[in-house]
């Protein structure tokens, strides 16, 4: 099946709007996804956008709230500034609270204060609320629109129930079940219920033990962890005695992942962590968050620059020594960032943990051991052939054999060892491990050179 | 709430098996997940491994199953062994296929054999039919289990159908709609039944303008951009015709997220992708998924050598001039490889294009305009301070202004270039991005050198 041709719907909307055509307007988006709506929103200019949204929001204020909520922070701060208070408001109030705090969150102050103050109390006050827990916890991407059942309904009441207060509820396919105090004691999904007969008592048919949860205060790459292993599609979330507060859904898991997947990519190409799309980020505040790391491993790369004035009376005996430099370096950054990617990958999808490191070791140990002579041999057959001077092709060889070893075990192991001391592990990649890498291989090729060739 | 106490219940386990109390093993297990007993496996010798799973299969196959599906590939592998053909089969019969299909391709080719020899010739077809499908491809992740109502369906009379076939389904929530001749004409989910009418019929409610659906060639990737857009539960497969053949659902949707950044974490560290955890993989293996982009990068990196050699008086005239060399390397490669992963990454979760070049090359210029003049004013007070050679210290200062620069804008470009001709963007990270980086650094360094200082 095709996907949506935007750019011809876009056209279509853009006839309608123009006709005020509300019953074509109707028929074409009626059907129309949320996201794909969002995608059109986006695609118009702001003065037929404006128009657009509030004939989607006279259709349907649900939809318009979720047409919304996909929407780029741009985008959603010029809609708010074009829209009514009262316009707004609805709009606001319809939005899952999750949604409605995100929005908070992305942005500026001056229209917050207009959202805000155009929603209802009770939006306000559950806004807020989300608002309390510390960016990264379960709490911060929690909801708080749950079904709540009660353990004496049975399956039929369940469905009356789930009729009654389901439109504004993220998921209905997992429900949860609290005593009265509010304290979580089961769980059943609709799944589980469909396969049951009406008459079953949810008591009866919920799981309530080993009921898998997380605290509010709980980092929300926990959750995603518990998401992968259990194949849920909602976890519920805690307070410190037990009682239910919200619930994280496998959408929003699924975001995590991947801003947590991004976060790595960033840190470990010596990024600060970015949470903005690219394109719209300022230029200067782009520039702050590369500078940072690039200054801390310029002043630390001087210090091969020091091994290299230190031993200064070799090269200038052999000035041949030098055309090796690029190459011993780049071989060593490049072999010690094949181990650390493998270990900081390995520990973020929980494959390896702190106890394995002596594996690691000797895992790395020996692959080094195979790729280092590998390499060697291979350059200095190269060497030889381009040079033809048997020592220096010695050297360079034994050097680089001993560099991809130390690379590799020093690369295997920065991560696990950041990891146990409560760093970071993706802080310890290519970076770091090449500017350590570089001043232990100049050591060592120089090292080899005053034994070899005698200088 | 705690976490479950793996080791304790393991240890409770063992106790339960060695005295073969069959009610207390089922009161300790009954209520645990899936992915809780698999862990439990694991952590068992292989003797007692194979009673535990035994008894599992007693209390329900459909459970041991699903246990199965969660095992290591070391650990599958040691049970199949283990157990008895009728054994084997009843678990194989119980997997659902996509799990079934996903042995099949992780397991040795003896394994194989005496697995698809237990199933039933039923499992076998359907497991066949989905090994036909191309790897990475959306018909080799999906599974060919799901609901199918028809539109003349009423809600409970759909409810009453899932309840009779939704056991062996791995999703109830999402349903398809075909036509007498298989073709998908529309979709319902549990919640738009669950929030309508017992009365309405399927083919009122159903959603049948703009489905979203993928082919089965489709490459996964685009499965899981669907799934991050639409928030999907599962997403309907179709082959040409638009005949339904499957569905992929959110979980193996997550998973696949999951390997793909893997794979892009391997590439960009000049790995050749790998499939299996870190810690199963045999040294041999390891080293070959290795050495290979390394010889390519360590034969490109004595280009950079020549450069050297081709400038060698300059060397002898002003040997102070080595000792900037690492540092220049290493900060420009450091600075282009944060711009290709910043591109890298921006292509992955789909916010830059090809047809962005242009916007990202004006903003990697500004950006490496700031960068790049910083560090070069640091760096010339502290070689000034250090060396108290102002020419030398203007020299490199100069080189390192010249050498951000380029840097960032090849490693914003090299990505963006790779896509356009088709290639993947991820393999112009680090690695490359450093290696063509130093050539042109090392150029310049010796040009801007003989310039200032006159050699």
Same mark, same amino acid.
């Given at each position: 099946?095709?996907?949506?041709?935007?750019?011809?719907?876009?056209?279509?909307?853009?006839?309608?709007?123009?006709?005020?055509?509300?019953?074509?307007?109707?028929?074409?988006?009626?059907?129309?996804?949320?996201?794909?709506?969002?995608?059109?929103?986006?695609?118009?200019?702001?003065?037929?956008?404006?128009?657009?949204?509030?004939?989607?929001?006279?259709?349907?204020?649900?939809?318009?709230?979720?047409?919304?909520?996909?929407?780029?922070?741009?985008?959603?701060?010029?809609?708010?500034?074009? &829209?009514?208070?009262?316009?707004?408001?609805?709009?606001?109030?319809?939005?899952?609270?999750?949604?409605?705090?995100?929005?908070?969150?992305?942005?500026?102050?001056?229209?917050?204060?207009?959202?805000?103050?155009?929603?209802?109390?009770?939006?306000?006050?559950?806004?807020?609320?989300?608002?309390?827990?510390?960016?990264?916890?379960?709490?911060?991407?929690?909801?708080?629109?749950?079904?709540?059942?009660?353990?004496?309904?049975?399956?039929?009441?369940?469905?009356?129930?789930?009729?009654?207060?389901?439109?504004?509820?993220?998921?209905?396919?997992?429900?949860?079940?609290?005593?009265?105090?509010?304290?979580?004691?089961?769980?059943?999904?609709?799944?589980?219920? &469909?396969?049951?007969?009406?008459?079953?008592?949810?008591?009866?048919?919920?799981?309530?033990?080993?009921?898998?949860?997380?605290?509010?205060?709980?980092?929300?790459?926990?959750?995603?962890?518990?998401?992968?292993?259990?194949?849920?599609?909602?976890?519920?979330?805690?307070?410190?005695?037990?009682? =239910?507060?919200?619930?994280?859904?496998?959408?929003?898991?699924?975001?995590?992942?991947?801003?947590?997947?991004?976060?790595?990519?960033?840190?470990?190409?010596?990024? =600060?962590?970015?949470?903005?799309?690219?394109?719209?980020?300022?230029?200067?505040?782009?520039?702050?968050?590369?500078?940072?790391?690039?200054?801390? &491993?310029?002043?630390?790369?001087?210090?091969?620059?020091?091994?290299?004035?230190?031993?200064?009376?070799?090269?200038?005996?052999?000035?041949?020594?030098?055309?090796?430099?690029?190459?011993?370096?780049?071989? +060593?950054?490049?072999?010690?960032?094949?181990?650390?990617?493998?270990?900081?990958?390995?520990?973020?999808?929980?494959? =390896?943990?702190?106890?394995?490191?002596?594996?690691?070791?000797?895992?790395?140990?020996?692959?080094?051991?195979?790729? @280092? @002579? +590998?390499?060697?041999?291979?350059?200095?057959?190269?060497?030889?052939?381009?040079?033809?001077?048997?020592?220096?092709?010695?050297?360079?060889?034994?050097?680089?054999?001993?560099?991809?070893?130390?690379?590799?075990?020093?690369?295997?192991?920065?991560? &696990?060892?950041?990891?146990?001391? +409560?760093?970071?592990?993706?802080?310890?990649?290519?970076?770091?491990?090449?500017?350590?890498?570089?001043?232990?291989?100049?050591?060592?090729?120089?090292?080899?050179?005053?034994?070899?060739?005698?200088?």
């Amino acid at each position: 099946m095709p996907d949506i041709n935007l750019e011809e719907i876009t056209e279509k909307i853009k006839n309608i709007l123009d006709t005020k055509n509300i019953r074509e307007f109707r028929a074409l988006t009626e059907d129309m996804n949320e996201a794909d709506l969002a995608d059109i929103t986006e695609a118009l200019e702001p003065e037929r956008r404006v128009i657009f949204f509030r004939a989607i929001s006279k259709l349907s204020k649900d939809t318009a709230a979720e047409v919304f909520a996909h929407l780029i922070p741009d985008t959603k701060e010029a809609l708010v500034s074009q &829209l009514t208070a009262p316009e707004l408001g609805g709009i606001v109030d319809e939005l899952f609270l999750d949604d409605a705090a995100d929005l908070v969150e992305e942005l500026p102050a001056d229209v917050v204060k207009r959202i805000l103050e155009s929603a209802s109390p009770e939006t306000r006050q559950g806004i807020n609320q989300l608002l309390q827990y510390q960016e990264d916890s379960a709490g911060s991407i929690m909801t708080t629109e749950y079904i709540s059942l009660r353990p004496d309904m049975n399956v039929e009441e369940s469905f009356r129930h789930i009729r009654e207060v389901g439109t504004d509820k993220e998921t209905l396919y997992t429900c949860y079940v609290t005593d009265p105090k509010g304290i979580l004691i089961g769980v059943v999904t609709v799944r589980t219920m &469909l396969l049951s007969q009406y008459a079953d008592k949810i008591g009866d048919i919920m799981t309530d033990s080993n009921l898998i949860s997380v605290n509010t205060n709980d980092d929300r790459e926990k959750v995603t962890e518990l998401f992968q292993k259990y194949d849920f599609i909602a976890i519920p979330v805690v307070d410190k005695e037990n009682h =239910l507060v919200g619930i994280v859904t496998v959408d929003d898991a699924m975001e995590v992942l991947e801003e947590e997947s991004t976060e790595d990519f960033h840190k470990m190409a010596a990024i =600060l962590p970015i949470d903005e799309p690219y394109l719209s980020m300022g230029v200067l505040e782009l520039a702050k968050k590369r500078i940072i790391w690039l200054m801390v &491993l310029m002043i630390s790369a001087t210090l091969s620059g020091q091994i290299i004035t230190h031993y200064q009376s070799v090269f200038a005996a052999l000035p041949a020594l030098i055309a090796s430099i690029p190459m011993l370096m780049d071989t +060593g950054g490049n072999a010690g960032s094949q181990s650390s990617t493998l270990v900081i990958r390995g520990i973020a999808v929980g494959e =390896l943990k702190i106890f394995d490191a002596l594996k690691v070791l000797f895992k790395e140990l020996r692959v080094s051991l195979i790729v @280092g @002579g +590998g390499l060697a041999v291979v350059n200095f057959f190269y060497k030889y052939a381009m040079s033809g001077d048997l020592l220096l092709s010695v050297t360079v060889g034994i050097s680089l054999f001993a560099t991809v070893i130390f690379a590799q075990t020093i690369g295997g192991m920065l991560p &696990l060892l950041a990891k146990a001391i +409560g760093f970071d592990p993706a802080l310890m990649a290519a970076p770091i491990v090449t500017t350590i890498v570089d001043a232990g291989s100049l050591t060592m090729y120089f090292a080899v050179a005053s034994k070899v060739m005698n200088v």
